[in-house]
């Protein structure tokens, strides 16, 4: 498989990323306060956006792999199937809902945070890209 970089690919990248961003916004999943009333169960508005986020995902990846649907580069688009490991799943889905918890971002709105100018975006950035590199440092010591 051939990967091409074009101008009107990244364009297109770009505008879709700022429209996600718009998405995000808009419906307030960058809002500290909507996600401690998720984790506080004092309101449905998050599990919301969530549950029909994966439920678009789903219906989505069907309309894929039934429709045969190609890349941008016209490459056949391939779901490969990835063995559940529970140590693994649960250790890193408790780490990374520790770190949503305390800082009220994941990736897309750390970004986001970052572009509407709120200082604790960089933080959030610089403790994203610690924790990336040490996992890169870390991964062969992690048992499988």
């Not at 690919?9 to 505008?15: E, F, Y």
């Not at 960089?122 to 890169?136: H, K, P, R, S």
Request: glycine content about 12%; proline content about 3%.
């Amino acid at each position: 498989m051939e990967k091409k970089f074009n101008l009107k690919n990244i364009l297109t990248s770009i505008a879709i990323g700022i429209y996600f961003g718009v998405i995000l916004t808009e419906s307030q999943a960058v809002s500290w306060y909507r996600i401690q009333e998720m984790f506080y169960f004092k309101s449905f508005h998050m599990f919301g956006l969530l549950g029909s986020a994966i439920a678009t995902g789903a219906i989505s990846l069907w309309i894929i792999k039934k429709l045969k649907i190609k890349s941008i580069n016209h490459n056949p688009i391939e779901v490969k199937d990835k063995p559940f490991q529970w140590k693994a799943n649960f250790g890193g889905g408790v780490l990374f809902g520790l770190g949503w918890g305390l800082t009220g971002a994941c990736s897309a709105p750390l970004f986001i945070s970052i572009g509407l100018d709120w200082k604790i975006g960089l933080i959030l950035l610089v403790g994203a890209l610690i924790g990336t590199y040490l996992y890169a440092l870390l991964k062969d010591k992690i048992p499988h």
